[in-house]
């Protein structure tokens, strides 16, 4: 059974229509991966009743010879997606309770697809983190340890949750968002497949809000192929979503044809930060040589803006936060903390409901957008970000993608850099500028740090032109061979799996 759930999507998908075995018995070699991976804290709410249920129907459906595209195939959803009847909590107390009465677009997709729900995997409270340690529901651990090092790390965030079930072979994939790096930091911190697509083609419709003009849904998946049928299944123009883009969109493996012979690379001078360990740069060079002798041409590029991206960002982000975050005041839904007056029940329920990361945004969301700081801060940051994507537009009247690392280091143990924001913040330093670009971007497990921990390289493309950020990351991927696992899932065959501290009751 234990073979199912180390089969790609790909592989799950083919070995279906050729009855190899039963959407029912991948359901269930998954459930069971879920249970033995509870020690991660991946799930906040698992779904097993749901997904065997599912199952059934995709067996039908195969045996009818009428699969639909991403039939009997078992996922892990962000909890960020609001999932109809299902407690959706966006890992914050406020939500406790929650069970919206309507369905993402996305998910809705998916589930149309034939997809298969295993639950709602955890992330940092209302996706603001890099680390997934600022849950409600606990931290969630990475499957990755440093060897000869016991102290559990971080899986970066905040679609954290999604990213450890995925890397510890739970799910076959798992949706995501992005707002500043959130699904590409996790997938280079467990050694998977992240990518974010252009903003617009996934609906934001039901998935619940951090910085709307920012937030991209996006998939996690083990490899580059079943990004882009995952992907697939969530694209598309969403009528209810007024910055949902009208365009049709491609059959995304298709692009994997290997060739990417004659294609520009480039290779931004100004990623290259002040502190960034000399492995990353090696990392980079090496990844340079493979799209190289694949025949693709790198050429050096200038994205001067890039040093304000993050402060930009941290404006913006946090403004359009603090905006969105004014709809949890204990009457619609969610948590409720009487108080003697409306006013004080607004302000007691905040007090209880929110953590201190998400206070803090929403205090420097309130300031930035105040009176007498608007102009000074918002509308600069706002200008900022017309330069940035400028950047970008100039760079691809020379090249047909940039290659860059996907963040500045492997990842971190619980609790470091916790108290100190700023390094917090830094994290997103290579991943901020594409989401503020509203371009999509990928990032492809590339090696092993010293450490032997993970690390991503990071391909960025022209909006819409996720088929050449896709068929590069393939080449990428090819080259770099990565088929390393995580010490979680190699423990669990030989010892029954130690590592892992138990399960994380609501603080
Ligand atoms: N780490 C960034 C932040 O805290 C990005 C989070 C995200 O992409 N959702 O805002």
């Not at 406020?94 to 034939?114: M, N, R």
């Amino acid at each position: 059974m234990t073979a199912l759930t180390r089969l790609t999507m790909a592989a799950a998908r083919d070995g279906l229509r050729r009855r190899n075995f039963t959407a029912t018995e991948l359901a269930a070699a998954h459930v069971a991966a879920v249970e033995a991976a509870r020690p991660l804290n991946a799930f906040v709410t698992e779904t097993p009743e749901l997904a065997m249920a599912q199952a059934a129907e995709s067996d039908r459906r195969l045996q009818r010879g009428e699969a639909r595209p991403l039939e009997g195939l078992p996922l892990a959803i962000k909890d960020l997606f609001c999932t109809k009847d299902i407690l959706t909590t966006a890992s914050s107390h406020i939500l406790d309770g929650f069970k919206p009465p309507y369905e993402s677009t996305v998910t809705a997709q998916l589930w149309a697809a034939g997809a298969v729900m295993l639950g709602k995997t955890n992330m940092d409270e209302f996706a603001m983190g890099s680390s997934t340690t600022t849950s409600y529901y606990g931290p969630t651990e990475n499957p990755w340890r440093r060897p000869g090092d016991n102290r559990p790390l971080v899986p970066g965030g905040s679609s954290g949750g999604s990213a450890a079930i995925v890397a510890a072979c739970g799910a076959l994939g798992a949706t995501g968002t992005d707002t500043g790096g959130s699904i590409r930091q996790p997938a280079s911190f467990t050694g998977i497949v992240g990518m974010k697509p252009t903003y617009g083609r996934c609906s934001r419709w039901g998935v619940v809000a951090f910085a709307s003009s920012l937030d991209h849904p996006g998939p996690l998946t083990r490899t580059v192929r079943d990004a882009a049928m995952l992907l697939r299944g969530m694209a598309g123009h969403d009528p209810k979503d007024s910055t949902s883009a009208p365009v049709a969109v491609p059959d995304f493996e298709a692009a994997l044809t290997g060739d990417i012979r004659g294609l520009k690379v480039g290779i931004p001078k100004e990623y290259r930060v002040d502190g960034m360990p000399g492995e990353i740069e090696t990392l980079w060079q090496r990844g340079i040589e493979w799209l190289k002798t694949a025949g693709a041409h790198p050429v050096e590029i200038s994205l001067p803006m890039t040093k304000y991206a993050l402060p930009a960002y941290y404006i913006v982000a946090p403004a359009e936060a603090s905006s969105n975050l004014a709809r949890y005041d204990g009457v619609r839904f969610g948590l409720r903390v009487d108080g003697k007056s409306l006013e004080e029940m607004y302000e007691l329920t905040r007090a209880a409901g929110f953590g201190a990361e998400v206070r803090r945004r929403v205090l420097i969301g309130t300031y930035v957008l105040s009176a007498g700081y608007y102009d000074a801060y918002y509308v600069k940051a706002q200008r900022v970000r017309t330069l940035i994507a400028r950047d970008f537009a100039e760079a691809f009247k020379m090249v047909d993608c940039i290659l860059t690392p996907t963040a500045p280091s492997s990842a971190f143990a619980i609790g470091e850099k916790s108290d100190d924001p700023i390094a917090m913040y830094l994290n997103d330093v290579f991943t901020v500028p594409a989401d503020l670009a509203g371009i999509p971007a990928i990032s492809v497990p590339a090696g092993l740090d010293e450490s032997g921990l993970p690390l991503g390289l990071q391909i960025i493309g022209r909006a819409f032109d996720e088929e050449t950020v896709f068929r590069v990351a393939g080449v990428l991927e090819e080259a770099a061979s990565f088929t390393a696992t995580p010490q979680f899932i190699a423990g669990a065959s030989s010892s029954g799996g130690d590592i892992g501290s138990g399960h994380h009751e609501p603080h």
